[in-house]
């Protein structure tokens, strides 16, 4: 790389950036604007050339640079007219760099020690290093010592990260290459992927010692009939697959250097109409590593969610699987005082009763025994601040050695520099409840404490490389009548935060929570908060429509067991119609375009014939076979929450099945068992009317799909539910004023 001066001829593209800065020419060696995620943005070669107007009273100038490398091996270095130069470390994802430029017209050479390898990025021929995001100009010296020692923090974090044990993980994708029969990167809710036809192969360094190849591997067929097969040296193994994301471990000998992976059928072409590809499976994150004890983790988890899946299919009550999803509960107390006035904090913590402070720790996890060895996922649902737990990455670490996904909800207002750090690069799907757009709604909600929490985000999703990487950043927001007219402007606030996904839930709609508090100048009753079903389903499809144009993912939990926008069709349809209907944001991306890290190329794919071995497959192999045909709601067998409160069959669980150490008992116990029978035959359990909080009941219930009988006993139930809410009336006034009356007759004639 050269330092000497160049000639700074810019061709004639201007575009403005923003106010502060005017236009800017972009000079050779940059690409036409692109999008990811709504962001524009430009690829640049190894040399480039930028050239900025003056702009009065702004010397300050702001660069968002994406590195696609983690480890340090691109640096950007800026060389202006007169010669000085300028040197930057970059971390994997967006980077804020920001120099004092002066406030009259300024030109830079970009150059870059290294672009991509073309295997980087197959299909495209430019010549890539890295990209720009449109700069920013401005006059604030505070901001400029912020940002220079934000970079400064995220480049330490992310060396630290590198050279830490999660590191290697990391690094190990880097050794892997997609060398035949994968399909070109793509992106599926913010993470990337890539299709692979029937077979593929993937090649590994060789090693002197034995190694595993993990990979995440999606299937598409919910019956168990598909299966993927993969060959090294030694041999194949067959890995059965269940509907969705399974995780596959591969044992790799010592020399080997390349595996072999088939799948037993492809996706049939009418479900990828338009596209011609042969499909089979996605896959996506590969890690190698030499962790025999990760390997056996892994392998026990995925074949305990095999066993789960075929004793369901089969309709089994009792089971010898355990649950693949295990709830859990890591702390009681909380750091929000009083508590959100939604939260039946109270109530909450009268049923967890002497439970309220047993600690939850590693020794939690030994006496969990196979409930937590075999479970893949992890679900904390404690009524809680999990940050309040100072060891928390105590447990982070037991769970990632085994290769667990752990979903954790928090409040965000303790996301610390310290907090943070724990969770970078791990598999945790974080969950920050927000609920509102501006300070005022967050203040009637919670409490004072919105820009702090806006600000730990902003640095969260910094320090973990923007979008796609972990941890993954779920931004959730309850519509109610405090904050329903704020919808539009919490979606515009994600896609300024950036989160991999915005989640819309509902809030529980139960009968019983009698909660009134006056908070920031708001009366917040709970029961008027309530929004009708049909105001929920046009904000769903409001926000639906609001995210596809901002390209943010969206998670809508009230279609929990699918059937929302189906089934309820006209009112889905208003609510995005109206948010059609709004002024036009400009220019969007016509898809989301992935980050490349770690995935390399692949052979082009040539379309396969069929072959006659799926032809003369069995009925329940066959592409024009029927679906699998699963109960009603699938939780009884999949899930299983331990939580402080009683253990529960689900995440909408009213009363509870045993007590929280009684948890061996209850996942066999005679009411789950009648919970899966019931279910497996199309009906509701009684036990489901009381939990009428879940988006199953009520979505059958507005859909009129309910029997008159279990209609009247969900009526009965929520009747019942009013009626302890508000003492009875009159009538339990009177019982216990009678009561009252008796107990001081019989205390007077003791």
């Known amino acids: 790389m050269t330092t000497e001066p160049r000639s700074f001829a810019a061709r004639p593209l201007r575009e403005a950036a923003g106010a502060e800065l005017g236009p800017v020419d972009y000079g050779p060696g940059f690409h036409d604007l692109e999008y990811e995620q709504g962001r524009p943005f430009r690829w640049m070669a190894r040399e480039a050339v930028l050239r900025l107007g003056p702009a009065d009273g702004a010397p300050f100038l702001e660069l968002d640079v994406w590195c696609e490398r983690d480890d340090f091996s691109q640096r950007l270095r800026l060389l202006t007219e007169s010669g000085e130069a300028q040197e930057h470390e970059l971390a994997e994802g967006w980077n804020v760099v920001s120099i004092a430029v002066g406030s009259g017209a300024v030109a830079f050479r970009f150059e870059v020690n290294e672009s991509l390898r073309v295997d980087e990025h197959p299909g495209d021929a430019r010549e890539l290093a890295l990209r720009l995001a449109p700069p920013h100009r401005h006059g604030d010296p505070e901001r400029h010592g912020r940002v220079l020692a934000e970079h400064a923090a995220r480049v330490r974090e992310a060396r630290t990260l590198l050279e830490s044990p999660l590191g290697a993980y990391a690094r190990s994708a880097r050794e892997v290459r ?87 059928r492809l996706l049939p072409a009418e479900r990828h109409p338009g596209d011609l590809r042969p499909l089979a499976v996605q896959v996506r994150w590969p890690l190698l590593h030499a962790e025999p004890a990760r390997h056996g983790h892994v392998t026990r988890q995925q074949d305990n969610r095999v066993l789960n899946l075929g004793e369901m299919l089969q309709g089994a009550t009792r089971l010898e699987s355990t649950p693949w999803k295990l709830g859990i509960d890591i702390q009681g107390s909380c750091n929000v005082k009083p508590p959100c006035v939604y939260c039946a904090w109270d109530v909450a913590k009268a049923r967890e009763g002497a439970n309220v402070d047993v600690p939850f720790n590693l020794q939690t996890l030994h006496e969990y025994g196979p409930l937590f060895d075999n479970a893949a996922e992890l679900v904390n649902c404690s009524i809680g601040e999990p940050f309040m737990m100072r060891e928390i990455d105590l447990l982070l670490d037991a769970f990632g050695s085994r290769g667990k996904v752990l979903e954790l909800t928090t409040n965000g207002q303790i996301l610390t520099d310290t907090n943070i750090r724990k969770l970078l690069g791990r598999n945790v799907h974080l969950y920050i409840s927000i609920d509102a757009a501006t300070a005022q709604t967050y203040a009637r909600l919670r409490n004072d404490a919105f820009d702090r929490l806006t600000a730990n985000v902003r640095r969260l999703v910094r320090a973990k490389g923007g979008p796609g990487r972990l941890p993954l950043v779920y931004l959730v927001f309850m519509p109610m009548r405090a904050n329903v007219h704020e919808v539009d402007a919490f979606v515009e606030l994600c896609a300024e935060l950036e989160p991999d996904r915005l989640v819309l839930r509902p809030v529980n709609a139960s009968e019983g929570v009698d909660l009134v508090w006056d908070r920031a100048g708001y009366r917040f009753d709970y029961q008027k908060e309530l929004l009708p079903f049909d105001e929920l389903v046009r904000v769903s499809g409001r926000v639906a429509e609001l995210c596809r144009r901002h390209g943010i993912p969206l998670s809508d939990q009230m279609d929990f067991g699918g059937g929302m926008e189906a089934g309820f069709t006209a009112l889905f349809e208003e609510g995005r119609r109206r948010a059609a209907s709004l002024a036009p944001m400009g220019p969007r991306p016509a898809e989301r375009r992935p980050a490349m890290a770690g995935l390399a190329a692949s052979a082009p ?146």
């Open 605 to 750: 794919v040539a379309p396969e014939p069929r072959p006659a071995a799926e032809e003369a497959a069995p009925a329940a192999e066959r592409a024009d076979a029927p679906p699998a045909r699963l109960p009603l709601c699938t939780e009884p067998w999949s899930s299983l929450y331990v939580l402080r409160r009683g253990t529960l069959p689900c995440c909408y669980g009213g009363s509870a099945l045993a007590p929280m150490e009684a948890f061996q008992e209850a996942w066999n116990s005679p009411l789950m068992q009648e919970l899966r029978s019931e279910l497996r035959d199309g009906r509701f359990h009684s036990y489901c009317f009381d939990s009428p909080d879940c988006p199953l009941v009520r979505k059958a219930e507005e859909s009129g799909t309910l029997s008159a009988s279990q209609k009247m006993l969900l009526h009965a139930r929520r009747l019942l539910a009013r009626g302890r809410r508000s003492g009875f009336g009159w009538p339990g006034r009177a019982w216990r004023r009678s009561k009252a009356l008796v107990r001081s007759v019989h205390a007077r004639w003791a």
């Open 178 to 264: 997609y060398e035949a029969g994968f399909h070109g990167v793509e992106v599926e809710d913010g993470l990337a992927f890539r299709w692979m036809s029937r077979r593929g192969v993937l090649r590994l360094p060789p090693h002197d010692s034995a190694r595993f190849l993990e990979l995440q591997v999606c299937c598409h067929f919910l019956d168990l009939s598909q299966r993927l097969t993969s060959g090294v040296d030694t041999g194949a193994r067959e890995h059965p697959l269940v509907g969705g994301w399974n995780v596959v471990s591969v044992s790799v000998p010592p020399g080997a250097e390349t595996v072999v992976l088939e799948a037993s």
